[in-house]
């Protein structure tokens, strides 16, 4: 059973850091992906950041440089640790679990906002 729960979003003034968390009810170990999209408002979902199963990363343009995934097998928890932050990184993000050839499994959602 999967059950992802992202936290650790909130109000975070231009620069700052934040880490989101997303911890599984169970094991993480077989999935062959996981990451994080995010959606701002009038906006399309876009995805920011996945790591594979072998620890594999992939960012958005966007956010390389200043955003890094992680995943911690042991916690059954993915992070996305995000630094020099800016408005436009202002959105809902969402993690994700894959495994193909499955459709994937979302969290509820976190919101982060960066304003001062």
């Known amino acids: 059973q999967v059950q992802l729960v992202e936290s650790g979003g909130g109000l975070v003034q231009p620069g700052g850091s934040l880490r989101l968390s997303c911890a599984n009810s169970g094991s993480i170990f077989s999935f062959d992906a996981m990451g994080w999209y995010r959606q701002a408002p009038g906006k399309q979902r876009e995805l920011v950041a996945v790591?594979?199963?072998?620890?594999?990363?992939t960012y958005a343009d966007s956010v390389k440089g200043r955003f890094t995934i992680s995943r911690d097998n042991s916690k059954n928890t993915v992070y996305l640790q995000m630094d020099s932050l800016k408005p436009e990184d202002t959105a809902v993000y969402y993690c994700?679990?894959?495994?193909?050839?499955?459709?994937?499994?979302w969290g509820q959602g976190t919101q982060v906002t960066v304003s001062s």
């Open positions: 994700y679990a894959v495994r193909l050839p499955t459709s994937p499994e």
């Open positions: 790591i594979s199963s072998g620890s594999r990363s």
